[in-house]
């Protein structure tokens, strides 16, 4: 079973920027979509963005634009590239296989804090 390990949150003031990363166990890591999710406490966890696994990309709309999913297969890395970051992107980030470009599809990580705050 794959597992997924999210690092790269922090604190960061409004405007600013992080960048996250997801380490991705398992030898066929290339053929799956993968995935960033997000959830605020008491919340569903949300959509952000994914990629497939010929790098189509798939974006909430707030996020479009601010917003940047990449990958390296080689390295079983995915990353979420986060500019221009609004007190409401505060959440904790998970990534995941994904299914129908939307669908999570595995077990969850720990996930990385993302705390946007002056």
């Known amino acids: 079973q794959v597992q997924f390990v999210e690092s790269g949150g922090g604190l960061v003031q409004p405007g600013g920027s992080l960048r996250l990363s997801c380490a991705a166990s398992?030898?066929?890591?290339?053929?799956?979509?993968m995935g960033w999710y997000r959830q605020v406490p008491g919340k569903q966890r949300d959509f952000v963005a994914s990629?497939?696994?010929?790098?189509?990309?798939t974006y909430t709309d707030s996020m479009k634009g601010r917003f940047t999913i990449s990958r390296d297969n080689a390295k079983n890395m995915v990353y979420l590239q986060m500019n221009n970051l609004r007190p409401e992107d505060t959440a904790v980030y998970y990534c995941n296989r994904v299914v129908g470009l939307r669908t999570p599809f595995g077990s969850w990580g720990q996930g990385t804090q993302v705390t946007v705050s002056s």
């Open positions: 990629i497939t696994s010929a790098g189509t990309t």
């Open positions: 398992g030898s066929i890591f290339s053929n799956y979509a």
